[in-house]
């Protein structure tokens, strides 16, 4: 969990595993030391409308892939898994209980082709197809619900394409969470726990340049450490060709997906 501030601004990050049910105390621990105007999840505003029919019954179940179903049959070692991502869910009727906006900060569909055009060969698309494949027999040896989606992201990211996509995706959720630091007096974002240092570091960068243009003040960013898994809550060391990864998660599924994005079918 990353707290920033700027000047009487404030913004919690927290980095939440997708799918484990126990992750909701996390974002309510967060909810309750913040009392946020605005809740920023890591979804599009398309993706969010989705979770909204979720939320309201509209939808009863959300479809998934052999790839999530993996996914989510490795977290269960951890703890109960729910698919829409109970940490989301929490978020949002927080949100709505407590009078906040909800906002989605990642990319829309089209931004989403866009970048995934400009960084993804169809070599890396195929290739990506043929790591997957191997998932079903592949064992992870770690300790945590951290160190298993670390783990499981750098398994399955292998390739500079999707790496390049991820930093995309880092940074446009960082210039998101920043436009919302500088208009709002209390902010909470959730992201992917393996997206969160990666976001971080892309504010800090997008704070340096404001600075040089006089454009912003200096951001303050300190670490809330928290008990529970893993090492106080951050993540576990990785090198750093490992540390933006391969495959877009699917923000209501909370698992990697073989192709393009997908959403929630209403």
């Known amino acids: 969990m990353k707290k920033l501030t700027l000047g009487n601004h404030t913004m919690i990050i927290v980095g939440t595993i997708q799918g484990l049910v126990e992750e909701k105390k996390k974002v309510a621990d967060a909810f309750k030391d913040l009392r946020p105007e605005v809740v920023a999840l890591p979804i599009?505003?398309?993706?969010?409308?989705?979770?909204?029919?979720?939320?309201?019954?509209?939808?009863?179940?959300?479809?998934?892939?052999?790839?999530?179903?993996?996914?989510?049959?490795?977290?269960k070692r951890f703890?109960?898994?729910?698919?829409?991502?109970?940490?989301?869910?929490?978020?949002?009727?927080?949100?709505?209980?407590?009078?906040?906006?909800?906002?989605?900060?990642?990319?829309?569909?089209?931004?989403?082709?866009?970048?995934?055009?400009?960084?993804?060969?169809?070599f890396h698309f195929w290739r990506r197809i043929w790591n997957l494949s191997k998932l079903k027999k592949k064992t992870f040896a770690v300790d945590t619900p951290e160190e298993f989606v670390v783990m499981w992201d750098r398994y399955v990211s292998r390739l500079k394409g999707y790496a390049r996509l991820e930093r995309?995706?880092?940074?446009?959720?960082?210039?998101?969470?920043?436009?919302?630091?500088?208009?709002?007096?209390?902010?909470?974002?959730?992201?992917?726990?393996?997206?969160?240092?990666?976001?971080?570091?892309?504010?800090?960068?997008?704070?340096?340049?404001?600075?040089?243009?006089?454009?912003?003040?200096?951001?303050?960013?300190?670490?809330?450490?928290?008990?529970?898994?893993?090492?106080?809550?951050?993540?576990?060391?990785?090198?750093?060709?490992?540390?933006?990864?391969d495959l877009v998660r699917n923000p209501c599924t909370g698992s990697e997906m073989p192709g393009m994005r997908s959403q929630i079918h209403l």
């Not at 909204?52 to 479809?63: D, F, I, N, P, R």
């Not at 929490?90 to 960084?119: F, P, Q, S, T």
């Open 79 to 122: 703890g109960e898994v729910q698919l829409p991502p109970p940490s989301l869910i929490e978020a949002y009727n927080l949100a709505k209980e407590n009078g906040a906006e909800v906002v989605g900060i990642d990319m829309d569909e089209e931004e989403y082709v866009r970048a995934y055009v400009k960084h993804v060969s169809a």
């Open 168 to 245: 995309a995706r880092e940074k446009f959720m960082a210039e998101r969470s920043l436009e919302l630091l500088k208009s709002r007096s209390r902010v909470l974002v959730l992201v992917e726990y393996e997206r969160m240092e990666g976001i971080v570091a892309e504010i800090q960068k997008l704070n340096e340049a404001m600075e040089e243009k006089e454009e912003i003040g200096n951001i303050s960013i300190t670490s809330k450490r928290r008990s529970g898994h893993g090492k106080e809550g951050h993540l576990p060391e990785m090198p750093e060709t490992d540390a933006y990864k």
């Open 44 to 75: 599009s505003e398309e993706m969010l409308q989705g979770l909204e029919a979720v939320v309201k019954g509209e939808v009863s179940e959300v479809e998934t892939d052999s790839v999530e179903d993996m996914f989510a049959d490795h977290l």
